[in-house]
T-cell receptor
Framework: DAGVIQSPRHEVTEMGQEVTLRCKPI?????LFWYRQTMMRGLELLIY????????DSGMPEDRFSAKMPNASFSTLKIQPSEPRDSAVYFC????????????FGEGSWLTVV | AQSVTQLGSHVSVSEGALVLLRCNYS??????LFWYVQYPNQGLQLLLK??????LVKGINGFEAEFKKSETSFHLTKPSAHMSDAAEYFC??????????FGIGTKLQVIP
């Protein structure tokens, strides 16, 4: 079975540019999570969806960040405009309500903003 | 609210020695507890989880963890370290919903 698929794996962009990260969750999973990992702050939950509906976006750092899930098989995390402090690894993860709290992670999108 | 504290951001052990990674949790409800492992340039992978069944939980690659309510701890152990165990390990907690809170991580170094 395919796991969580993220793209791009690596992105280098200039400050002020728009960045869009993409995620395809595992088929049949009804929860989708976006995490950010940095050396200083560790792994932070940014937002999560249930059945394509955002449930908790309290971890989104500021209005420059937005996330959408138009259907059960696709989600995006957008940063506009990007700043150097947004440089991090962004993980998408998914889980099923039939398997308590077992979260499956993608391999991450490594973002560098210069 | 739930949180975890991992004691020691870096742990070094000799190959063949006991691995002990410490985690203490805080939870306002009976917790679900997890250990995840992250190898370089990869996502996190579930090692084991506690969901209120047996207090001693066995996971993959010979790891196990014991839930101790009186100590609010969920330490990860492995009797004999292998070079391939070198990775970063994350303790995590959930209050029963799908939202999981992760610790800061502990990097395990295995010395030949």
């Amino acid at each position: 079975d395919a796991g969580v698929i993220q793209s791009p794996r690596h992105e280098v962009t200039e400050m002020g540019q728009e960045v869009t990260l993409r995620c395809k969750p595992i088929s049949g999973h009804d929860y989708l999570f976006w995490y950010r990992q940095t050396m200083m702050r560790g792994l932070e939950l940014l937002i999560y969806f249930n059945n394509n509906v955002p449930i908790d976006d309290s971890g989104m750092p500021e209005d420059r960040f937005s996330a959408k899930m138009p259907n059960a098989s696709f989600s995006t995390l957008k940063i506009q405009p990007s700043e150097p402090r947004d440089s991090a690894v962004y993980f998408c993860a998914s889980s099923s309500s039939s398997r308590i709290n077992t979260i499956y992670f993608g391999e991450g999108s490594w973002l560098t903003v210069v | 609210a739930q949180s975890v504290t991992q004691l020691g951001s870096h742990v070094s052990v000799s190959e063949g020695a006991l691995v002990l990674l410490r985690c203490n949790y805080s939870s306002s409800v009976p917790p679900y507890l997890f250990w995840y492992v992250q190898y370089p340039n990869q996502g996190l992978q579930l090692l084991l989880k506690y969901t209120s069944a047996a207090t001693l939980v066995k996971g993959i690659n010979g790891f196990e963890a014991e839930f101790k309510k009186s100590e609010t701890s969920f330490h990860l152990t492995k009797p004999s370290a292998h070079m391939s165990d070198a990775a970063e390990y994350f303790c995590a907690v959930s209050g029963g919903y799908q939202k999981v809170t992760f610790g800061i991580g502990t990097k395990l170094q295995v010395i030949p």
